[in-house]
């Protein structure tokens, strides 16, 4: 009986391994004919390429031979609007991966998915002559943000009057990139005659060009252009309350309200004389009226428009020919008048103007004045000229807390013999001081950058076209 149990025993051992070893063939062989599948798909940052990644090496062929192609697969981009895109599928047989090119004039938000898919089992194949099953739900992943201008800073150039060579230039601080002429590479033309300004509101580019008598506005992802609104003589442009509003006129100035869907004027508004630059802050508008002493026309009052019923509630008297206006930390405005070379505040809380901070006798020039970054501190510019010849040429800072001034570095030795001083803002996340100079012989402009501390900083050469004078950061 013990023999008989022992033979019992060993084929019992003999059949378990047998079974065993049967059934980790038919697992091995399980994982030997699994088809090809998707493993992802990765995008690029631009949104121009996209690359397929496969569990294996794939064929377009059962014999392990052929480049997978674009036809083979059914490539897709779908979003909330309608996405018009151009596939080219590029792959070696044997491969991996595969690279999609993509080719669309769309714009695209960061909500769109791109979606690979084979057409059918006789697309793709593996080292076995294994086809990628047709019920393959395939890969997708979603395109990268086309943010394309939105970020940046923005250097207009008014061009020579009549000629109609105005100019925008873009310049990226992060990567160091100027493009020059950016408007004219968008829509191969340019924007028109007298760039004035440049102010973008929401994900749209307003640009002010005063002796076309218009404003251009730019798709800022593309800087295509995508609407023209006609102005008689406008001069600056500012966003409030879901509204545009711009400074136009001579001796009768306006504040035309734009609606900024249709791109039409729905009011206008009587206020001073020659009006320059606007500003918002709060539920108002603020616009200077600088006036025309060379015509007898003189103006030294700063309008207030309340912009939740688009009429002006005040005129506030500050100093003669108020130009530049900034917004301070606390909401308040500031003023440069350049024709009593002072620089006045004007309280938000009641549109009343204090005490005019002198920076000069009257006779000096104080053309233009920003705000810093954290809007405690003033910067403005001092040139001294005379005939078309600039003398001396300085950036100070002013406290708005102590009212100290400090002068930061003198400029003169960038002045060339017929330079002058056209350009001047400070951007507000880095303080970075930027200065724009435009020689009055050969119509060439330079930029140049100082750190707040006044050590000056590189900036790439480029022509930035003829009078530069306006500096936008966004």
Known sequence: MKKLSLLNYLLAVLFTGIVISFTSCEDDDEDINLSPTFVSVEMSNDNLSAKVI????????????????????IISITGDSEIDAEYTLSHIAGADSAIITITSSSVFYGNEILTIKPVDE????????????????????????????????????????????????????????????????????SPGDIVQCFTVIGEEGYIVVNNSNKIEVVNMRTFESIATIEVNYPRYIVGANGKAYVSAGTTEGKVHVINTESY??????????????????????YVSNQGNSWADMPDSTVSVIDVSTDQKVKNVTVGQAPTNLVKDTNGDVWVMCTGTSSIVKIDVSDNSAETPIQIGDGTDWFPRL??????????????????????????????????????????????????????????????NIYILLDDMWTYSGEMFVYSSTGTELDFPDGNLGTYPAGITFN
Do not use: R, W
């Open 54 to 73: 496969f569990s294996e090496a794939v064929y377009a062929n059962a014999d392990m031979t052929g480049n997978l192609e674009t036809s083979d697969f």
């Open 122 to 189: 006789q697309s793709v194949f593996d080292v076995l002559g294994l086809a990628m099953l047709a019920s393959e739900e395939g890969i997708s992943n979603n395109l990268s943000e086309q943010t394309g201008y939105l970020h940046g800073i923005f250097i207009t150039s008014e061009g020579i009057y009549g000629n109609n060579n105005g100019s925008i230039n873009y310049y990226n601080p992060e990567t160091n990139e100027l493009i020059c002429g950016l408007f004219e590479e968008a829509n191969g033309n």
């Open 264 to 285: 039409s004027i729905t009011e206008t508004i009587d206020i001073g004389k020659y009006p320059e630059n606007i500003i918002s802050s709060g539920n108002f508008v």
């Open 370 to 431: 920003a705000i810093g970054e954290d809007g405690t501190k003033l910067f403005f510019t001092y040139a001294y000229i005379v005939g078309y010849t600039t003398q001396d040429a300085k950036i100070f800072s002013l406290d708005i807390s102590s009212e100290e001034i400090n002068e930061i570095v003198n400029i003169y030795d960038k002045f060339s013999s017929y330079s002058m001083l056209y350009g001047f803002n400070v951007d507000p996340e880095t303080n």
